[in-house]
Structures are given as structure tokens and as C-alpha cells.
């Protein structure tokens, strides 16, 4: 038995002593070498044309938007880095004898008083929108935003072309909710529930 006992007694101690020991450390590292990011190409938004008939003022007029992208304007930034032309757009609006009535060339320095700075910086000028006659007017919506396809980030605007040519911007303040019937109330609607 005692015999046993100095083997146990052995085993134990070479085990102690053989796990006590430093181990050998590798000196080799490995790691991977990081991969240089691809800078994408400068982006622009897709071009559009638009002509409408508008009857106006008592005469039918051609009210006509085309958006280019144009590469001598500063870059705008949608947020992830990516870089977009801003957009020019031309207005025009023709009688019905071709005769221009209104001509302008739009660009986002025409709407920056009336955005805050983030949007001056990093935003390009979306789109210019014929909405409706009121009156003496023509009412246009003009968007300035992230100019990323996938995002909704945008400042509305309305500007008005009087019939004598004065045109005025202001921020959008109305929501439009789509709802083209008339008004009625939640009070309304729960007296049709006949108590059910």
C-alpha cells in the first residue's frame, strides 16, 4: 500500500509541477490586413421632365419641370458619406400661343433662407412640384432634402408665381393627409355605432 501511496504521491507532484510551468508563447501574430474602403463614385439623381396643362387666368398655360444634375454646384451629402450632384431645376411656363410667360433656372441657393443649416450644407435641392391654381396663383411644391432615393428626409416648401410674374417661398405648414371628404368628427362617428 505504500507502494500505491508514493506512486499516487508522484503522479500528483509531476502533475502539479508540469501544469505550474510557463508555457511557450508563440511570437507569431496574425492578423488581417484591413481592406482600403472604396470610395463610390459621385451619385446624381435621375433627370425628369414634366409638362402639365393648367387652366389659368381665364387661358390654358403649359407649366414645365425639368431637374438636371449639375456638376458645378457644391456636393451634396446624404449622411453615410455618399456624395450626390446637387440638382438645377427649370421652371417654365408657356401661354398658349408658345410665348414664354415665366422662366427661371432654380438651385438650392434660391431656398436657403428658408431652411436651417444642416439642410444648407448637406442637402440638395429634390423637386419642384406644380400643386394648383389658387386665385391669381400657381401653387408649386419644392422639396430640399437627403438626396438619397431611400430616404424621406426633406423640407417642404410652396412657392407662388403670381399672374403678373412675382414669386413667393415660404415653409409648407399644412399637412396633407389625403383625406378628400368632408370633415366629421369622432363624436359623429360614434353615434352611427347604434350601441353595438
Known sequence: MRLFLRLFLIIVVGCGISSCSEKKQDK???????????????????????????????????????????????????????????????????????????????????????VDESYRKNSALLGIVFDKVEGNNLIFAVSIGSPDKMSDEYVPLVMKISNLGAVSIQKDTLLDTGNTEGDESEADTEDDDDGV
Open 28 to 114: 507569431t501574430i496574425i492578423t488581417q490586413k484591413p481592406k482600403p474602403v472604396k470610395k463610390k463614385a459621385t451619385q446624381s439623381m435621375s433627370d425628369y421632365e414634366q409638362s402639365i396643362p393648367v387652366e389659368w387666368v381665364g387661358s390654358v398655360y403649359h407649366v414645365n419641370v425639368s431637374r438636371q444634375a449639375d456638376q458645378s454646384l457644391p456636393l451634396a451629402d446624404d449622411g453615410a458619406g455618399n456624395k450626390y450632384y446637387d440638382n438645377k431645376i427649370k421652371l417654365s411656363i408657356v401661354r398658349k400661343d408658345q410665348s414664354e410667360f415665366y422662366s427661371r433656372t432654380f438651385t438650392k441657393a434660391d431656398f436657403v433662407n428658408y
